[in-house]
Nanobody, 116 residues
Framework: QVQLVESGGGLVLPGGSLRLSCVAF????????MGWYRQAPGKQRELGAG???????NYADSVKGRFTISRDNAKNTVYLQMNSLKPEDKAVYYC??????????WGQGTQVTVSS
């Protein structure tokens, strides 16, 4: 019933920008916390940013000051604006809704590559 659909990944130069989008289906989006995670090859998946229903944000130290998470409740969409991208930001980025079941729900992932 719950589905999260991500888009916006791609290849950018160091210092460039991308905006990721995640559209949620099957939840009452406006009352739920949402998050963006990322997983680099050979590494554990990690939380990058989260946003509450009221718009309160938190960020991993590695992305603080460069990434901005936001939401548009009318569109059931959460965004991740990524600026000043670094090669170490290369990863598959996943949208997550933590409710509904024990481990929540994940999007399919979108690839971000930062390379010269």
């Amino acid at each position: 019933q719950v589905q999260l659909v991500e888009s916006g990944g791609g290849l950018v130069l160091p210092g460039g920008s991308l905006r990721l989008s995640c559209v949620a289906f099957g939840i009452i989006f406006s009352v739920n916390v949402m998050g963006w995670y990322r997983q680099a090859p050979g590494k554990q998946r990690e939380l990058g940013a989260g946003i509450t229903s009221g718009g309160r944000r938190n960020y991993a130290d590695s992305v603080k000051g460069r990434f901005t998470i936001s939401r548009d409740n009318a569109k059931n969409t959460v965004y991740l604006q990524m600026n000043s991208l670094k090669p170490e930001d290369k990863a598959v980025y996943y949208c997550k809704y933590p409710g509904g079941r024990t481990n929540g729900y994940w999007g399919q992932g979108t690839q971000v590559t930062v390379s010269s």
